[in-house]
């Protein structure tokens, strides 16, 4: 049984100072400050280093992470981070550059950006990729301003987004913040895009069919072909959400499949660091007839000199300041080279055998939904569960915590009653993949008041989440005023 490590843990901000925690700035370090540069009430705790390390290694202690136990978290691809890549990332070569410093002096980093482009290029079947966006939702708008910026182009004023009920949620999203109405069609009984519903749904006002492939029940929408056709006929754009293109790298790819736009995903699909809000990367990829219309700066390759170009009067202009996350570039770029075509193959190989290993297991002792064979990710009903045992996919998910497996997806997507949405990554284990079944097994079988009690063993209980949703306390300052607060009402 998992035990997590218990800390009666204070901020950094209450660890030194005494009643004040902000550093008193010394007389030598204002003399050797200009004036009008110092920089007045900087609130920083005055804490010796021996207990700032302390103090961050018992709350990594309290955490959960893809280096310390199976992370199946579905839809989000929680992959583990290979430490080659984060060394690399960390090199004064890359620390230390400036996006402010000419181009000249960064013909390194723009070559690496400008070959990462090529190699994902290379990989989807695009025509040219963007790296500015910085996750994958930033990806989805950009794309969604490109399919803007290309029918205003030819004269038509489209104003509606079409997207199927097992679409990720921040597609509808995505598409409502770049100004278009957003209109859901339902999956058919196999859990797949129903094509009678796609056909009375498209019109001369559709601008984009928006779609996962692999879709996030994981099922591969094998009628993608006549789906494009018929969002083609329309004069409507194909957009591929990338979120689960680790699904089928190096098998197919969404220029074979006919999009028009994409997304990646560089956080789920070569393994930079995810969760946590970031830093992330969702370069956006085009065909053809789509690129003049990518953000700038673009990097080019000219007389054998790399350069940013902003001379690009059809583009959408910039999507975020500088040129993109490069930290993160540098470690998908590593990941790719690393691998290779033959590697990133294998990789999607082994992802799809993993989750449909891990399902034959759970098959019959969940509900499985719609199709049986299932790509990277899976999802199973805990409806017998909850109707038999009042044991709900809730309840279930938080007592995985207490035998040291992070929770997986759960109530998503919503066309699964008591879903579980369970990816298990291909650097998952047999051994792993044995345990973690045979613990959600028993956790079926278990008594239902002790999974209604979990999680028992973490640093922190089933919390409130509805008290948290509406309460939030997003900031030390926040936490401290409501301890205060508490205090003196005692």
Request: proline share 6%.
């Amino acid at each position: 049984m998992y035990r997590q490590a218990r800390y009666d843990t204070r901020t950094v901000f209450e660890l030194g100072g005494g009643s004040d925690p902000c550093v008193r700035l010394k007389k030598d370090l204002e003399d050797a400050v200009p004036d009008g540069m110092m920089r007045k009430g900087l609130c920083l705790p005055e804490v010796p280093e021996r207990d700032v390390v302390m103090h961050y290694v018992n709350l990594s202690q309290r955490n959960f992470s893809v280096d310390n136990g199976l992370y199946p978290l579905g839809s989000c691809t929680m992959k583990y981070n290979p430490k080659f890549a984060d060394i690399l990332a960390s090199m004064p070569s890359v620390t230390s550059i400036h996006p402010y410093q000419d181009d000249d002096t960064v013909q390194g980093a723009l070559r690496l950006m400008h070959r990462l482009e090529q190699a994902l290029c290379a990989i989807s079947d695009m025509d040219a990729v963007t790296l500015q966006p910085a996750a994958g939702a930033h990806g989805e708008f950009t794309g969604m301003l490109i399919a803007k910026a290309y029918h205003k182009a030819n004269g038509q004023d489209r104003t509606e987004v079409v997207i199927p009920d097992s679409a990720h949620g921040t597609n509808p999203a995505s598409a409502a913040m770049a100004g278009f109405g957003v209109l859901e069609i339902p999956s058919n009984p196999d859990g797949c895009v129903d094509i009678e519903a796609l056909k009375n749904a498209v019109s001369h006002k559709t601008a984009a069919f928006m779609i996962t492939n692999p879709n996030t029940l994981g099922i591969f929408e094998d009628q993608i072909r006549e789906i494009a056709d018929i969002v083609h006929d329309s004069g409507a754009l194909l957009y591929y959400d990338g979120a689960n293109f680790n699904a089928i790298l190096g098998m197919t790819s969404p220029g074979k499949m006919n999009f028009d736009i994409m997304h990646f995903n560089l956080h789920k699909t070569f393994a930079t660091p995810h969760g946590g809000g970031g830093p992330g990367a969702g370069p956006v990829g085009v065909r053809e007839h789509l690129t003049k219309f990518l953000p700038v700066p673009r990097v080019v390759e000219r007389d054998g000199k790399y350069r940013l170009d902003y001379d690009r009067p059809d583009s959408i202009g910039k999507v975020r300041a500088f040129h993109g996350n490069f930290a993160v570039l540098v470690r998908a770029y590593a990941y790719i080279l690393r691998h290779g075509a033959d590697g990133l193959s294998e990789i999607s190989q082994a992802a799809v055998l993993n989750s449909n290993y891990l399902k034959s297991k759970l098959t019959g002792e969940f509900d499985l939904p719609y199709r049986t064979l299932r790509k990277h990710e899976f999802v199973i009903s805990a409806r017998r569960q909850a109707k038999d045992r009042k044991v709900k996919a809730l309840d279930i998910a938080k007592r995985l915590l207490d035998y040291g497996y992070m929770a997986p997806t759960i109530y998503f997507p919503s066309l699964v009653e008591e879903a579980l949405m369970i990816e298990p990554t291909e650097t998952e284990t047999k051994e792993t993949l044995d345990r973690f079944a045979d613990t959600l097994i028993q956790i079926s079988r278990e008594d239902p008041e002790v999974v209604h009690a979990a999680p028992s063993n973490t640093s922190v209980g089933r919390v409130d989440e509805l008290f948290a949703a509406r309460n939030l306390i997003l900031t030390w300052k926040d936490y401290l005023a409501i301890e205060k607060e508490e205090k003196g009402s005692r």
